[in-house]
């Protein structure tokens, strides 16, 4: 099962049953870690929440599957 691609481009992997969250619809935790994008620009980066800085989806950090340790 892949639950990953490469997009168009191929400059990104991106997970195909991940998305990104509306922060509209979701509200982010503030001046906590995650990844964050504007939908427009369409550039990820990695950094905290704050409302003045535009940001319109976030996306929690990834964490390893205890089960296979």
């Known amino acids: 099962m ?3 691609k490469l997009t168009h481009d ?3 992997v991106v997970d195909v049953n991940n998305h990104w969250r509306d922060a509209k619809e979701f509200p982010p ?8 994008i504007d939908k427009k620009l369409g550039v990820a980066v990695l950094g905290s929440w ?8 976030w996306a929690p950090l990834p964490t390893f599957d205890r ?3």
């Open 2 to 4: 892949t639950d990953h």
């Open 29 to 36: 935790p503030l001046s906590a870690k995650m990844l964050l």
């Open 50 to 57: 704050r409302d003045a800085d535009g940001w319109t989806h």
């Open 10 to 12: 191929r400059f990104a």
């Open 67 to 69: 089960s296979k340790e």
